[in-house]
């Protein structure tokens, strides 16, 4: 059964420097999401993603943050100047159509 | 802005125990509804969905849900629960023409052989 991946699994930065967090989406899919979850607290919508454009976003996703699908099967988020505050579990999500996701494993960032 | 309740936070259980998991949400209009299960180590599943028509819904793995329009609740159960049954258990809405889902806390379900 075809699984959402993400890359990698775990990574730790310096606050101020940029990460990007990659996932793989179901090969057939069109929507694609992120999610995050801090130690502790409700896993948070981020981001939704379709036809190349933002289709909704959370107050979270600021302009420290981006999604990109730059070519047809990675999604990206970029954290451009990484916060203490960032620390938590990012989950990418995907789905054929808008009605149910599927997650991938997560990468579980921590910002020193 | 709709929200989503569990009531446990965490439950302890025997094998061959019912289970039920307790999950309001506040909104008024549609919404879908979902659970999803994350199993140690693995990453979150879809355990069962329910969009429209009947309220009693049946997912993978003798888990079913209820959906009550008046209560606004979406209650988990399954009649006799194994020991690989110990995992998380995230109920989750989506306004039916929205895009991102929320989450409730989570109820960590151990079962003890």
């Known amino acids: 059964e075809p699984e959402v991946t993400q890359t990698p699994s775990h990574q730790v930065t310096q606050m101020g420097q940029e990460v990007i967090l990659r996932c793989v989406p179901i090969s057939n899919h069109l929507y694609f999401y992120w999610y995050r979850q801090i130690l502790g607290q409700k896993v948070e919508f981020l981001v939704s993603?379709?036809?190349?454009?933002?289709?909704?976003k959370s107050e979270i996703f600021d302009d420290q943050f981006s999604v990109e699908r730059p070519d047809g099967s990675n999604f990206t988020l970029k954290i451009r100047s990484t916060k203490l505050e960032d620390s938590a579990m990012y989950f990418c999500a995907s789905g054929v159509h808008q009605e149910t996701q599927y997650f991938g494993p997560g990468t579980r960032l921590l910002v020193l | 802005a709709q929200s989503v309740s569990q009531h446990n936070h965490h439950v302890i259980l025997s094998e061959a125990a019912s289970l039920e998991l307790g999950c309001n949400y506040s909104?008024?209009?549609?919404?879908?509804l979902f659970w999803y299960v994350q199993y140690p180590g693995q990453h979150l599943q879809l355990l069962l969905k329910y969009f429209s028509g009947d309220p009693l819904v049946k997912g993978i793995k003798g888990f079913e849900a209820e959906f009550i329009k008046s209560k606004f609740s979406f209650n988990l159960r399954k009649p006799s629960v194994q020991w690989s049954d110990t995992a998380e258990y995230f109920c989750a809405v989506k306004i039916a023409a929205g895009n991102k889902l929320t989450f409730g806390g989570g109820t960590r379900v151990l079962v003890k052989p």
């Open positions: 993603f379709y036809n190349n454009e933002i289709s909704e």
């Open positions: 909104y008024g209009g549609t919404v879908n």
